[in-house]
């Protein structure tokens, strides 16, 4: 059971590496021709920025509509059974819309079909959750929202509404555990242990699923939430500071400034370096480019949180340091690869978003430029005749 | 599906030879894996936080340091780096130019980023600018954008547009996004305007002349955002003059959309839409006074509409 036609979905990607073969010289534009006359793709085509949009204001109008017949039909929302049922009846209605634009317009992840699909599926999870008694706990919510998020994400092969299933099944978990008088001790250990279980599930449904490359994002977007969850699960920054929140606050007692030191500290310590630097070694052995930047970042919270509890340096030295560590190390790295090595490269590959990268980078430095001028301290800097740099509202 | 599977597919299906196949599954086994951005990225990272360490340490630090010696080691760090930047830069063409070095364009940013840093703690030590704030700012403007030119960055050029606007007034702070600018100041309303209408006007000319056409998407995204927020802005709290800034909107939206039809850049078709959307039902509820029953179907009504004009501005040039 599939929203879109797995054909086309298929036909794209070759369509795709087709081309890319063909930039490279490796095809000749005439084969390219045959290939893409082979391979046909009826889905719309349309632009990133106009998918954006179109999603935002796809939630704009289906917002309006549904606060204008809740407005028509007076006293709706007091019966919960009849509210319950208007908003499966929405969710229906959406279902029914989206199988209209996909079959008639082609539609194919422009933006409306999107949204569509995370609103038929939030109110469908509106009618369950009104329906269900006032006292149902937020864990059996959220897990009673898991199968019904899955079929959305399966039939639709959605990122969205993966992201949503999985915060949904990850805050049953969690929450669901906080029941336990031992739930608070056993949280890191599960949410490690269920984390590493999803992703090795996914290696092996990837594998055996019959159309994998309909769910490629629905893959990734999982793998992604299941290994961060893995190395914050055994982060002992997150595991102390977390406990720390969740301790009860002993009546009569001030609430300390400080989250206690936790049990089994050494191993939460193991466990914040070994988790990344297992990701940095799979991106070697791999090539996967998760694994780079999960083990880049991964290593960076790991070096942070020893920062954090042992700080040997001021903070403006610590971050000249670090700066001065990142820009000889990424120079050494780039001046290594000038040749390939050990199978990786410095020169760019289609795969990285380049527009993208150009585009943050301008973001950052225009963010840093705004920062640097208004840091100056008011007195001399700020005021004047321009109204100064330093004239921002919260200076 | 791995690009093995594919070529196989091509195979069987007769629309690739055995010989070429072999050619491209050699290239595919032996590709490299690339970490250009990856590593691009920790330079960056790397620059920003050097940078920002040392805006830090200045404040921090100067009992025990001496202002001049803070100063002069972060000086002579700004002169290297612009000096290594110089020492590789690319050769001067109105068009756009790649850095012959990898590390050019990054030396450019950090030498610039020192540079605030030094210029903005001799002012707050020394007040060597005196009473002339004007001058703080205009000065790093003027540096940057003629920096932006001669070694074709658009990340400095971002930064020389940024400068102009603390210039008139104008605190933007892009990733945190617009809460924190302070638009409600009549008078940055009209310097933003200004400034926007002489900075575009200035772009376009350039463009015109072939000087550095590729650098128009940096101004207008920029200056384009400040012109659009400068006219919703006038037409939230100037209520005598709400008449011309709507019309104002209105001709900039119209603007937009042409040349994001024209150059197929469409995140500046999106911007006219969000703008235009936002100062449109602004004025519709402030006028019109709608009750809740209008107002739900407008909402159904103009998002409907947004969505089919989105979707059809791509379409529209499918046929040309």
């Given amino acids: 059971m599939k929203a879109y036609n797995p054909d086309h979905i298929r036909n794209r990607a070759i369509r795709q590496q087709a081309d890319r073969w063909q930039r490279e010289g490796l095809l000749r534009a005439d084969q390219l021709m045959t290939i893409r006359q082979s391979y046909p793709v009826l889905f719309r085509e349309s632009n990133v920025f106009a998918e954006i949009g179109a999603f935002l204001f796809t939630c704009v109008a289906v917002g309006g509509a549904y606060a204008l017949v809740i407005l028509l039909m007076n006293g709706l929302v007091d019966n919960s059974i009849s509210f319950g049922a208007f908003n499966a009846l929405v969710s229906l209605g959406l279902v029914v819309l989206i199988y209209t634009l996909i079959r008639r317009y082609n539609f194919y992840r422009n933006g409306p079909d999107n949204a569509l ?149 050494w191993l939460f310590w193991i466990l914040t370096f070994l ?31 020893v920062r954090y509890y042992h700080a040997l340096l001021p ?26 090595r050990y199978g990786f490269t410095d020169v760019p590959d289609e795969e990285s978003p380049r527009q993208f990268f150009l585009n943050a980078e301008v973001l950052s430095v225009i963010s840093a430029t705004g920062a640097t001028m208004n840091q100056q301290p008011d007195m001399k800097f700020g005021g004047g005749d321009f109204g100064g740099a330093g004239a921002g509202k919260e200076y | 599906m791995s690009p093995k599977e594919i070529l196989n597919q091509l195979y069987q299906q007769g629309l690739l030879p055995d010989e070429q196949r072999q050619i491209i599954a050699d290239v595919e086994a032996r590709r490299p894996f690339s970490l250009h ?68 364009d990054y030396a450019l940013v950090l030498g610039c980023l020192l540079f605030l840093s030094v210029e903005g703690y001799a002012q707050y030590e020394y007040t060597i600018f005196g009473a002339r704030y004007g001058l703080v700012t205009i000065l790093p403007a003027v540096l940057f954008l003629g920096l ?53 006007g200035v772009a376009w000319l350039f463009q015109k002349q072939g000087i550095k056409p ?72 402030t006028y019109l006074h709608p009750d809740e029953y209008v107002f739900t179907f407008y909402l159904l009504i103009s998002g409907g509409a947004l969505v089919v004009y989105l979707l059809n501005a791509k379409s529209e040039r499918a046929k040309e």
């Fill in chain 2, 37 to 104: 951005w990856e590593l691009r990225s920790i330079l960056y990272v790397g620059i920003l936080f050097l940078s920002s360490g040392l805006g830090l340490l200045i404040y921090e630090n100067y009992d025990n340091l001496g202002h001049l010696s803070i100063l002069g080691g972060i000086g002579l760090l700004c002169i290297s780096a612009y000096a290594y930047a110089w020492y590789v830069r690319p050769p001067w063409t109105p068009a756009l130019t790649q850095s012959p070095s990898p590390f050019g």
């Fill in chain 2, 148 to 200: 932006a030119y001669r070694f074709d960055h658009r990340g400095v050029l971002g930064m020389g547009l940024t400068a102009l606007m603390a210039w008139v007034g104008v605190t933007v702070r892009p990733l945190d996004l617009y809460l924190k600018t302070n638009f409600f100041d009549d008078r940055v309303i009209y310097s933003a305007l200004a400034l926007s209408g002489v900075v575009i």
């Fill in chain 1, 117 to 265: 699909i995370v609103l038929a599926a939030s109110f469908l999870l509106t009618a369950v959750n009104v329906v269900l008694p006032n006292d149902t706990a937020l864990w059996f919510r959220c897990l009673l929202a898991v199968p019904i998020l899955l079929a959305f994400a399966v039939y639709y092969g959605d990122v969205i509404v993966t992201f949503i299933t999985l915060l949904a099944f990850y805050v049953g978990l969690f929450t669901g555990l906080l029941e336990f008088p031992w739930g608070r001790a056993a949280l890191p250990f599960v949410l490690m242990a269920v984390s590493w279980g999803l992703w090795f599930l996914l290696k092996q449904v990837r594998i055996r699923v019959p159309d994998p490359i309909y769910y490629t994002d629905v893959f990734n977007m999982a793998e992604w939430i299941a290994l961060i969850v893995l190395a914050a699960g055994g982060n002992y920054f997150v595991v102390r500071e977390l406990n720390g929140l969740l301790a009860e606050v002993v009546p009569g007692q001030p609430h300390p400034g400080v989250a206690p030191q936790i049990g089994l500290a």
């Fill in chain 1, 275 to 305: 988790i990344p630097g297992m990701y940095a070694y799979l991106c070697f052995t791999r090539k996967d480019r998760m694994f780079v930047i999960l083990g880049i970042l991964g290593l960076a919270a790991a070096a942070s949180t």
């Fill in chain 1, 315 to 340: 903070l403006s030295v610590h971050i000249t340091l670090v700066g001065i560590a990142l820009i000889g190390g990424s120079v050494l790295v780039i001046r290594y690869l000038r040749q390939p």
């Fill in chain 2, 214 to 285: 590729h650098f128009t998407f940096t101004y207008l995204l920029v200056i384009g955002n400040l012109l659009l927020v400068a006219l919703l802005a006038g037409i939230f709290n100037v209520e005598k003059l709400r008449f011309l800034f709507a019309i104002g909107l209105a001709a900039a939206c119209v603007a937009f959309d042409q040349y994001a039809r024209r150059e197929q850049s469409f995140l500046f078709g999106l911007m006219a839409a969000v703008y235009g959307y936002i100062g449109l039902s602004y004025l519709l509820y």
